[in-house]
């Protein structure tokens, strides 16, 4: 732990709901308890119209920012925008990081104990949906007290569920963040999930997702998932820009089949990594809610289908809007942003619309660091006054 | 059986090299004896000026046009642009197709029996570039008794293989057609091979390459390297209109882990289908070969590093270029083609470029036909005339 403007040293909590009464999916499926961990940084107001929900991707977690320890020397994963005078101000924000049902750090999820069996669920958990974490999300924030949300932030997936707070729960919150996403999957979207589910199920460890008393577990799948993940949360250029064709501790080819370049090291690296990180059925569960994702479909508890996004943004025009993408993100590209803009405004909402100039692929919403500082710092400060905050 | 304009029942032929001294290959190992499997479609003419050598792709082989029986329904790759009357005119043309040093269709590759040792090479096979695979097909021009190639003519990696022919054997050829390719595989390119790769290593049916002699392949991997291909090798828009977001075979989703989405089962089928086709140690060295490539670098046999792509094209002035791209190709993007035609218009070449608009992605060389007909089809025309054919 040694930067300036941190949250300083942060505990994950936990919630848990559902313990007499089953959560109800939205695939009909019941699920219960449910634990949710998550972090919170800065203090509420006495009005508790302070607070800010961050909203984690694919692999992420609770902690998203300071240190957990003081020998830490990793901050959380968005601790560039999280802190004292940061775009998400502690010292004037009560800013929450929730993780997600289907997790491995810390949530329930495919690796917890099923309380009916005393084993883990492995595949026997029940598919979870961007609605159902979202929901979850709101049982948290009951918990907590607060009745409507200053804002709600994410980037990937974190988007998503943005979106879903703002289509389905639009009288909680006040503002929106969704960063490099998309309203609905895609093919190719999808293409890419069943990709690293199917290089999860290829491996024999993974054993139809009963491994969790085994001693071997489906590293070299999970391992092979992230590195095709990995490859699309950069752009061409950021690749080209990061390791051409630069060669690993080598001055010449060696005509042999290990790590020559150093592309090749690096993604290895990611690859192996991960394994010691993340839990391969909740890669499964979590991707699977993701490409399910489709807001211009019918929402959970509806009665029919709402064949159009701007109808899934019915009752949001009193939510504000400020939505990002990037130029050089082929994972979730800027025309899907534009599709959100369209539906927004044509369903009367407020709209802040950015297509930053990036080279950095998908991860720019994380690694643009001034660009979103400035950006989110300014949007969150005017939306602070408008709410006496 | 079906088409006119076919080139009809076709046989593939071999041709064996390398028996008494051993091929030298760019790393410096030896390999022989060689043998290459090639189709031919038309006559050579009396004065052996009329013959267009075609390129195949990683994935490919030497059928690349006409039928194999009277019975067999699907014709050669490359069947729309070869025959009577269309782009490569046989009535006009002596059309040859090789294939490669390394690859699994008839030709000397890691499933091929060593000699010394009586047992199928596996790992043991020296890696190959394309570079090597050019040589070898020089061979085989010349045991036609071909003196100077009318065309070479590829896309992806038959067009790394023109370009190949163009930068190190201009005197062997008249004019060179690379489509969809680049003069040097970029980090992503590699990152995206590697991930392959990674999938193969990760089946234990693998076993270090040596799987010949057991009764397990391993498919999973191969076919999920196939499948992260196959993404590249479509654009998103060409993934969106061809599937969308329906659902395969059911109303509503499954919430379950099996194919739900078309394109999910789609690309399970192009990765099943592939394993019964094809070797994944080829794919390997194949991949591998595609990776080295960069004709910025030294060339073999030269005493030193030629770091300018113009430099590398020095000797091809004499040569006609036909350099091809298409917009939505993310895989070989537009500018590694425009970098091309930079290098050969300093070089002093005769180039034509087109950058053709297309929805279709990488694949769009081959599927975009009616404007590829039309374009390589006046490019031959032209040719022919120039050369009095």
Partial sequence: MTHDHSVGIVETQTFTFAQETPFVLESGATLGPITLA???YGQLNADRSNAVLIL??????????????????KPGWWDTAIGP???FDTNRFFVICSNIIGSCYGSTGPASVNPATGKPYG??????????????QERLIDHLGIERLLCVVGGSMGGMQALEWAAHHPERIRAAIP??????SNAMQIALSEVGRQAIYADPAWGGGDYYASDRRPDAGLAVARMIAHITYLSEEAMHRKFGRRLQDREQFG???????????YLRHQGLSFT????ANSYLFITKAMDYFDLSQSPAGSNGPVNSLAAA???SQHVKFLVVSFTSDWLYPSHQSKEIVSALTAAGADVSYLDIESSAGHDAFLVEVDTMTRLLGSFMDRLAREEGI
Same sequence: chains 1, 2.
């Fill in 38 to 40: 998550y972090q919170t």
């Fill in 56 to 73: 984690h991707a694919l692999s992420g977690g609770a902690h998203a920012a300071g240190y957990r320890s003081v020998e830490d020397t």
């Fill in 85 to 87: 005078g940061k775009a």
């Fill in 123 to 136: 595949l026997t958990f029940p598919v979870v949906t961007i609605g159902d974490m979202v929901r979850g």
């Fill in 179 to 184: 960063l490099a996403t998309t309203a609905r």
């Fill in 255 to 265: 005509y042999q089949f290990r790590t020559e370049f150093e592309v090749e090291s």
């Fill in 276 to 279: 010691q990180r993340f839990d």
């Fill in 313 to 315: 943004f019915a009752r």
